[in-house]
T-cell receptor
Framework: GENVEQHPSTLSVQEGDSAVIKCTYS??????FPWYKQELGKRPQLIID?????GEKKDQRIAVTLNKTAKHFSLHITETQPEDSAVYFC??????????????FGQGTILTVHP | GAGVSQSPRYKVAKRGQDVALRCDPI?????LFWYQQALGQGPEFLTY????????KSGLPSDRFFAERPEGSVSTLKIQRTQQEDSAVYLC?????????????FGPGTRLTVL
């Protein structure tokens, strides 16, 4: 089945710096790659997603890049702010030969932005 | 409008007890997913419903886990004879359609602690 590896597991940056989180996946059939932000005790919230027909997508300070050949995708956050501190999860899908949105998640990255 | 809701938010059970966890998806959403999130890990797929049909239960850990969505809206995840290893946050997500690239909206989760 699909395997999604996420790095780093923790990331500490100063306010205003950029943060980059990287994920690799194994199932070449995956064509949807969402990123979720989860604050402590809260629900995962979608922050950006990319579909395999594009290589990059940007939304204000957040961007995602996708390399289907190498099977990796990355989240880029510029001008980080303390409120960006949270756990970030990447995911890939649909997996398992399914046509619906079965997602496989990475292990998460704890991002801490110091004021 | 209202997002995905789950109840109870917290559940403490003694080993061997049965529990039932409820999910109210966003109104009109066809797809409903259950995920299990262990402490410090990403969500892991349990089962998928398209309307009232359970199309995938490949992620259910054992036959003690059972899920239903009888009328195609509210879903219940039942765990019989709970074990300590069942302790986790159980997340529900819904999406509008049944396609592989549809955005999944998560509920706040139910934190289950088995003593």
């Amino acid at each position: 089945g699909e395997n999604v590896e996420q790095h780093p597991s923790t990331l500490s940056v100063q306010e205003g710096d950029s943060a980059v989180i990287k994920c690799t996946y194994s199932d070449s059939a995956s064509n949807y790659f969402p990123w979720y932000k989860q604050e402590l005790g809260k629900r995962p919230q979608l922050i950006i997603d990319i579909r395999s027909n594009v290589g990059e997508k940007k939304d204000q300070r957040i961007a995602v890049t996708l390399n289907k050949t190498a099977k990796h995708f990355s989240l880029h956050i510029t001008e980080t702010q303390p409120e960006d501190s949270a756990v970030y999860f990447c995911a890939a899908g649909p997996t398992g030969g399914t046509s619906y949105g079965k997602l496989t998640f990475g292990q998460g990255t704890i991002l801490t932005v110091h004021p | 409008g209202a997002g995905v809701s789950q109840s109870p938010r917290y559940k403490v059970a003694k080993r061997g007890q049965d529990v039932a966890l409820r999910c109210d998806p966003i109104s009109g959403h066809v797809s409903l997913f259950w995920y299990q999130q262990a402490l410090g890990q990403g969500p892991e797929f349990l089962t998928y419903f398209q309307n009232e049909a359970q199309l995938d239960k490949s992620g259910l850990p054992s036959d003690r886990f059972f899920a239903e969505r009888p009328e195609g809206s509210v879903s219940t995840l039942k765990i019989q004879r709970t074990q300590q290893e069942d302790s986790a946050v159980y997340l529900c997500a819904s999406s509008l359609k049944g396609t592989g690239t549809d955005t999944q909206y998560f509920g706040p989760g139910t934190r289950l602690t088995v003593l």
